[in-house]
């Protein structure tokens, strides 16, 4: 029988969109360690933001940052799929009309990080410490064209609270390097997310669970045959759902 991985976002997934809270989630995390299947963070968020996270529900996957642009192996081993410098320097070669329009994290003051995600100081500080992608707010009239960067190596996607700037590979692209690593290309893979920066791994994995967000209308981007488990609560609570969900199915 295949290994089972799993590989899950964090806001609005394992974690409460607004107050990060993860409470609902803990029986479902507590059932996956019984039955020995070790548990990837798969998130938009810094490896300095994942680190404190992943030592506090004692996760044992290796992490995957920044939508995928960075890689963490717990043997210390980092794969990155690009640099945040290269990322400033393309932003700031492109024509006035689109710099002006976006507002990335290294535009920011901590303090406003601060104030757009809700995070504490200590939090926003570590939010900041971006290594191979960008959040950014857009001020354009339309949505940012995805592949205004795509001359310089990079694609723009959407997540929960702002669009990424993040080299060609995403989070199912990360999943498949870590398992490659792990030598474990043929591991059945169940993956959860709630955002349009998910669907990529969720559509990829053997078991994918789209978490239900009432802000977001992802799941009017699912191509009709898709097989995906749409949970009918959100956050924390519709990750147990999904998790207990699959855990019976692989008993039956």
Known sequence: MADILVFTDLDGSLMD???YAFDAALPALDALAQADI????????????????VSKLKLTGPI???NGAVIAFRDGTLN???????????????????RNAIKGFGDMSVAEISQLTGLDEAAS???????ASEPFMWSGRDAPDKNLLVNKGFQIIRGGRFYHIIPHRDKADAIKCVTAEMGKPDAEIWALG???NDLSMLLAANKGALIHNPNLQVR???PETHALYLTKH???AGWAEAIFTFLAGKKA
């Open 17 to 19: 969109h607004e107050t």
């Open 220 to 222: 009017a981007q699912l």
């Open 38 to 53: 070790p548990v990837s963070v798969v998130s938009s968020k810094t490896r300095a933001e994942i680190i404190p996270l």
């Open 64 to 66: 995957i940052a920044e």
């Open 80 to 98: 990155m799929a690009g640099h945040i410098n290269d990322i400033r320097q393309a932003l700031d070669a492109l024509p006035e009309k689109h």
């Open 194 to 196: 709630d955002g349009p």
């Open 125 to 131: 500080v570590r939010a900041a410490q971006r290594e």
């Open 234 to 236: 959100s956050g924390p």
